[in-house]
């Protein structure tokens, strides 16, 4: 993608006419866009962690080029294996601020985000002094450099490049799982 298609927009239109537009052939996945627009609709402030009932998140699949290899952490706030990614912080562009949250996560320098969102989530989280929430989660491909080694940060206590086949030994979730499956055949059918 472009720098000019990254910037950071705070016009919640942007995001709706994303989600309105998604391209699925999934059902699952196109009642979650219509579900995300109308709550997009609804809460002016959902792009926002004030917004408590549930606000947007944007996530990474973070790819090594040239493998299959991917990007897990195990978040130290949630104690679970994760992709990359977080809150958007007022960013409508999403894309933009999953590509942020790999960089943040992964301390990987020329990421690539693939564009567009692939896969959508819901999900419920329970943070440490927090009342339970949702995150409406918009989910990328962000490509990595081949070689990469992945730094850190304090949000995570550990990071690994897994593969597919060594995905059943983390504990992770269906959507974790989804996302993995979905993503790499992404990648392979447009010959990333």
Same mark, same amino acid.
């Given at each position: 993608m472009a720098d000019s298609e990254l910037a950071a927009s705070d016009n919640l239109a942007i995001l709706i006419d994303a989600l309105d537009h998604h391209e699925t052939d999934d059902l699952a996945?196109?009642?979650?866009a219509i579900r995300m627009a109308e709550f997009a609709r609804s809460n002016a402030?959902?792009?926002f962690r004030t917004c408590s009932e549930a606000h947007f998140t944007g996530s990474a699949l973070v790819v =090594?080029?040239?493998t299959s290899r991917f990007i897990l952490l195990?978040?130290?706030k949630l104690q679970k294996w994760l992709q990359p990614g977080g809150h958007v912080d007022g960013n409508a562009n999403l894309a933009a601020s999953a590509l942020r949250e790999a960089q943040e996560e992964t301390g990987i320098e020329g990421l690539r985000v693939v564009q567009p969102a692939f896969d959508l989530d819901i999900h419920e989280v329970r943070p440490p002094n927090e009342p339970p929430h949702l995150h409406l989660d918009i989910r990328f491909v962000v490509l990595a450099p081949k070689g990469s080694v992945p730094v850190g940060n304090h949000e995570?206590? =550990?990071?690994r490049w897994v593969t597919a086949d060594e995905l059943q030994e983390f504990d992770v979730d269906e959507s974790v799982r989804r996302l993995v499956r979905q993503g790499l055949i992404l990648l392979e059918n447009i010959g990333a």
């Open positions: 996945q196109r009642a979650l402030d959902a792009l =090594e080029e040239g195990f978040h130290t995570s206590r =550990e990071l």
